[in-house]
């Protein structure tokens, strides 16, 4: 105590003088040390109700701010601040799962509220990222993204325009790559295409998820099938020609080789189309001869033959070479004439021109009486109008032999000999076998 008392008089006193060391001033100090004692206890008091009453007031004026979504609770938080910066935290934890891209902006369908409360729960305060993926799991996410269409028909919703391009060239990149040899085209049959939406956020697919669907993985087939064009280039044979000659020298039927064939080579270019990996076609677009073909040239023979005679060297088919040109081979006033006609007097006697087989005797359309003559090597000869038949079907005729008359069966304005020369059943010009040229 007095080691305590002198403490005190000493803080108390802070100019001594001497004449204060007396009698009377000694009781001065100890009233005054007494007084300086209860007044200490009276604050230390005081301060002590302070701390006790000041902290309870200041936890019941102390608010919590409770995020409520759709009404119910989800979390609680310290300030107004916290509780925005929770919300706005699991908008863009969210988006980031997703993509990074701006245009993908994240807003909610649910009635959210941040509400000023006096009593914390016993989960007591969340921390802002608690709080945030808190909200994540109550929230119904909405997002700004687009919707893919193939032609008319809407496909899905992606974050953003980079993945919806991403999902159609991940689709073209299954078949074909312009950075290929020879490929020079890559693209969609159908027409691509993708405007702004807003959807539900469990409805926003991944480019992964966009390319599947795009290329039919789940069975239903491709929505958009993918056209590759390529070319292709390869050394081919060049096939020689075949170059046929008349040959008048030669009897009909025969045939010569004068310069044999050989193939050359070309490099042909084929431009290849597919879809979906199968090729739906191909055509060459180029073709460089590498070696020229050398042509292959055979003569083929013309001269008419039969039992070893030249036909060219026919008679003229009316005894005594009577009969004048009346109509000629060709086209008429009044139509096509297949022969030549021969005009003379009726019973005049019609010869063979050649020698032959007698294959037709009897009335045929605008011919009337008519005679057919086979001389071999697809070589025939017919007499048209004739009054009287000397030879039936099957008889063997000699060159000048008379078959018949001059008479005016079938279509004739006056008697005469209709003749024709056929090769193969085709009228050719009668005129340079009989010399009437």
Known sequence: MVTGDKNLEAEYIQSPRRSDLTHGGKQA??????????????VMGMLAMLVIFGSSAASLSSAAYAVNVDGEQVAVLVSQQEADEAVELA?????????????FRLD???????????????????SVTEAADLLASQLDFTADCV??????????????????????NMVKSRYGSLEEEGVSAVYSEQRVSFVEATARLDQVVSAADATAVLAGDEGDGPLMDVVVERTSSRVEPLPYSTIR????????????????GKDGTQEVTYLQTERNGQVVSQEAVNKEVLTPAVDEVIHVGTMLMYNGQIVGEMVWPLKDHLGIVSSRYGWREWGWH???????????????AAPGTVTFTSTLGGYGNLVIIDHGNGLTTYYGHCDQFFVSPGDQVQKGQVIATIGMTGVTTGPHLHFEVRVDDNAINPAPYIGAE
């Open 338 to 352: 297949s022969g030549i006609d021969l005009a003379w007097d009726i019973y005049t006697p019609i010869l063979a």
């Open 29 to 42: 100090g100890e009233k005054k040390l007494r007084l300086r004692t209860l007044s200490t206890v009276l």
């Open 245 to 260: 000659e008349d040959d008048d020298t030669m009897a009909r039927g025969e045939e010569k080789v004068v310069t044999e």
């Open 91 to 103: 908008l863009a934890q969210e988006q980031q799962k997703w993509t990074d891209s701006e245009d």
């Open 147 to 168: 919707e893919l269409y193939v032609e008319d028909q809407p496909v899905c919703f992606l974050a953003s325009a980079d993945d919806a391009v991403k999902a159609v």
């Open 108 to 126: 909610y369908d649910n009635d959210l509220e941040i509400e000023t409360i006096k009593e914390v729960g016993d989960n007591g305060y969340n």
